[in-house]
């Protein structure tokens, strides 16, 4: 029975040492980053039965545990990567807000001052200086396009130089994962099933960390390693095997940086960016697809609505030489990029504005599908617009041409707007080459005895200079002669009537719009018989200023989305949007934090170290460990008993 009691005292002497090393352990580590907490399971050794029954034989050391919560835990690492893809987000999309919306560096300012530039010269037009200054502001506004532009590029190239960095982060978390994985299979495996804690904590730490960069999915294996993945099932860590990511220039576009997988023998799987979620990673490509190259569309569409429109009314005017106006702005072409891998052989695809009014702020995906079939797909919202079927005429203000059937397989990027404020420049140099009078002038005849009066007059596209001046006679019967030969004449909006001779009668309606050769007015009174009015070119016109009004009143014309916003009212729309963005990130990313706070205490109640508490085990340890050795002590002096018999 001695050396029962004195077994039994050495097992709990064990015991509590072994207790009182974890929770010196515990409290030693209460401060170490991603420590879980541990504890001694220990359970009663097996009795043994004598003939007064069973006995026991003290306490057996089970093993040592980490106080572990997995469902916590994914708690824990869902909140941290939303909170991570939140506050990458949030740091790109500030900038890019507190850029468009400035009250200096904005459009805003730059079109006010334009348009104002415009309205005092309308005023005074054949005024040299104030012509100086209209263009100056011109090439302000164009400067201003630039110069925001310039800064979306240095942002994209930005994202580009992050998205390279993260990729390289990500790679190295996994190689380290591989490596802790290894050494916790072998550990465990020569430890005959016993957890390496410690190894596992600092797995899980680098799996924090990790997750921090793009979301991952934790998949435990029966040996005692992790599989990852990403996505919606990439592999990322598979046993021992590390799939490597590399950051490379779109297929289509090389100015964009993509996540590509390396592939056994060397080639590469490009990522789609659905993907890649969560994490730092995930945030960038997340602000890239939806607020970059969104706001950078925008600018670019108002750029090229603002420079066609303009063009097209000045090209109706007539500058200070008499001659009819030239294009005010330059722009350039819609942007087609081919995939370099496509199949031989090489077919152009042509694209050009066909209404810039129905101009959208997204980039197109072009597939042929062979046989002369296409999908189309508007990138902004994911629209199949042609689903392998012909190319329509026209279609978002487009016109898209092969130039012959591609073959199956085919792809093309097109980018119609996307740098349309880079490139925007005033195209005029020189200041007689504004023109801001009308080509036309009419007059009633100084003899006419009726109140008639006719309309100053307006042309419109289509419209050519006046060889020889138009006299429309009349007849005092209720009609109109004199229209040129061949003209098509529309009265009030009605049908055109074509004209075959001099003499032709069209009846006068008070009031109604006459149409004529790209040129429109109206005569209203009542004239008398004989009156006569003239339609000539403007040969004397460099005080004239009707074209300039036309000019100016497309700061508030209705210009873009088919004709309900304007130039400014897109603009703000742009603004609001990229603010409304930016404000939403900033609230989802407060909630993910609350949320991140909120499971890392549900995780700390758990798993983290309580330093009240390991002082309590610490006193409770070292009562059980005086315990254990004085009931050694008593054996001893049984035993000693035992032996002076």
Do not use: C, W
Request: proline share 4%; net charge negative.
């Amino acid at each position: 029975m001695g050396a029962s009691i004195l077994s039994i005292g050495v097992t709990g002497l064990n015991a509590a040492q072994a207790n009182l090393a974890v929770t010196g352990q515990n409290i030693t580590n209460a401060s170490t980053p991603g420590y879980t907490r541990q504890q001694i399971v220990q359970s009663a050794n097996e009795p043994m039965f004598t003939g007064s029954g069973f006995f026991g034989q003290g306490v057996n050391i089970d093993t040592v545990r980490r106080v572990y919560n997995e469902y916590l835990t994914a708690q824990v690492l869902n909140a941290q990567t939303n909170v991570s893809a939140m506050a990458s987000y949030q740091q790109q999309i500030d900038q890019i807000s507190n850029l468009v919306a400035d009250s200096n560096a904005g459009m805003g300012p730059a079109f006010t001052g334009f348009f104002s530039s415009l309205n005092q010269l309308s005023a005074n037009p054949a005024s040299t200086s104030s012509r100086q200054a209209f263009l100056s502001d011109a090439q302000t506004l164009v400067a201003r396009f630039h110069d925001m532009n310039e800064r979306f590029d240095q942002i994209s190239s930005q994202v580009n130089t992050q998205i390279a960095s993260e990729v390289a982060a990500i790679n190295t978390y996994a190689r380290q994962i591989a490596d802790v994985n290894e050494r916790i299979i072998v550990a465990q495996s020569a430890g005959q099933g016993q957890s390496p804690n410690d190894l596992m904590d600092l797995r899980d730490t680098l799996i924090n960390e990790l997750n921090q960069k793009i979301r991952v999915t934790v998949l435990p294996q029966d040996d005692g390693g992790y599989n990852l993945f990403i996505g919606t099932g990439q592999p990322l860590l598979v046993g021992n095997t590390v799939s490597t990511l590399v950051s490379k220039p779109d297929e289509h576009d090389p100015l964009r940086t993509n996540v590509a997988m390396l592939l056994p023998g060397g080639s590469s799987m490009e990522l789609p960016d659905r993907l890649l979620t969560g994490g730092a990673l995930g945030g960038l490509i997340a602000f890239r697809n939806e607020s970059l190259n969104s706001v950078q569309n925008e600018l670019g569409r108002i750029a090229i609505v603002l420079a066609q429109s303009f063009n097209d009314q000045h090209r109706l005017g007539q500058d200070l030489q008499g001659e009819m106006g030239k294009d005010f702005f330059s722009i350039s072409s819609p942007r087609v990029l081919p995939n370099p891998l496509n199949p031989l052989p090489q077919v152009n695809v042509d694209v050009s504005f066909d209404d810039v009014g129905q101009l959208k702020a997204s980039d197109y995906q072009l597939v042929s599908n062979g046989g002369g079939n296409y999908t189309l797909t508007r990138l902004s919202d994911n629209v199949v617009l042609v689903d392998n079927a012909m190319l329509p005429a026209s279609i978002d203000g487009l016109k898209i041409v092969p130039s012959a059937p591609a073959p199956a397989g085919a792809s093309y990027l097109l980018q119609p707007v996307r740098a349309g404020a880079r490139d925007i420049a005033v195209a005029l140099d020189n200041t007689n080459d504004i023109a801001l009078a009308a080509p036309v002038r009419t007059a009633a005849s100084l003899t006419n005895t009726g109140n008639a009066k006719i309309s100053a007059g307006q042309v419109e596209p289509g419209f050519a200079p006046l060889m020889a001046g138009i006299t429309l006679t009349y007849d005092g019967a209720g009609n109109l002669s004199g229209f040129p030969v061949g003209a098509q004449v529309s009265v009030g909006g009605g049908a055109p009537v074509t004209i075959a001779a001099l003499t032709d009668l069209l009846p006068y309606a008070n009031g109604a719009t006459i149409s004529f050769n790209g040129m429109n007015f109206q005569i209203t009174g009542t004239p008398d018989g004989g009156d006569t009015f003239s339609i000539t070119a403007n040969s004397s016109g460099v005080s004239d200023n009707r074209n300039a009004l036309l000019l100016g009143q497309l700061q508030t014309a209705r210009l873009l989305n088919g004709g309900t916003a304007s130039l400014q009212d897109s603009y703000a729309s742009m603004v609001n949007q990229i603010g409304n963005k930016a404000r939403a990130v900033q609230v989802n990313r407060a909630a993910q934090e609350s949320l991140l706070e909120q499971s890392q205490r549900a995780r700390d109640s758990v798993s983290s170290v309580n330093l009240d508490e390991e002082a309590a085990n610490l006193l409770r340890f070292q009562q059980a460990y005086q315990a254990a050795a004085r009931l050694i002590s008593v054996s001893e002096k049984l035993f000693e008993s035992l032996l002076s018999l």
